[in-house]
């Protein structure tokens, strides 16, 4: 099995920065794409940004050069650095990991979410 911990979401002002974290742990072989999704209330999850394993990103439209995506493989982490946010952005923030188990089995987990909050 394999368990994701997320952390850094909370209550910001419009414009204000927050920085997600969220670590990997458990049976892990090798980490492909590492990623971060966003859902608000009453509306469908979408992908903020996604990182792969060889430092490739891709961003949701939303975004517009506000979030970067980042990934420590020694520690199993990623990260998402968001600046000038705004109260559209609130939604809980749920990391994704595609894993590679030692007999070549790939999967897809989900962190449990962290709850990001943008006041005006």
């Known amino acids: 099995q394999v368990q994701l911990v997320e952390s850094g979401g909370g209550l910001v002002q419009t414009g204000g920065s927050l920085r997600l974290s969220c670590v990997a742990s458990g049976a892990i072989f090798r980490i492909s794409t590492m990623a971060w999704y966003s859902q608000a209330p009453g509306k469908q999850r979408e992908l903020v940004a996604q990182v792969t394993s060889d430092g490739r990103t891709k961003y949701g439209d939303f975004v517009k050069g506000r979030f970067t995506i980042s990934r420590e493989n020694a520690k199993k982490t990623v990260y998402l650095q968001m600046n000038s946010l705004e109260p559209e952005d609130t939604a809980i923030f749920f990391c994704?990991?595609?894993?590679?188990?030692?007999?070549?089995?790939?999967?897809?987990?989900w962190g449990q979410g962290t709850q990001v909050t943008v006041s005006s």
């Open positions: 994704n990991v595609r894993v590679m188990n030692i007999i070549g089995q790939t999967n897809e987990y």
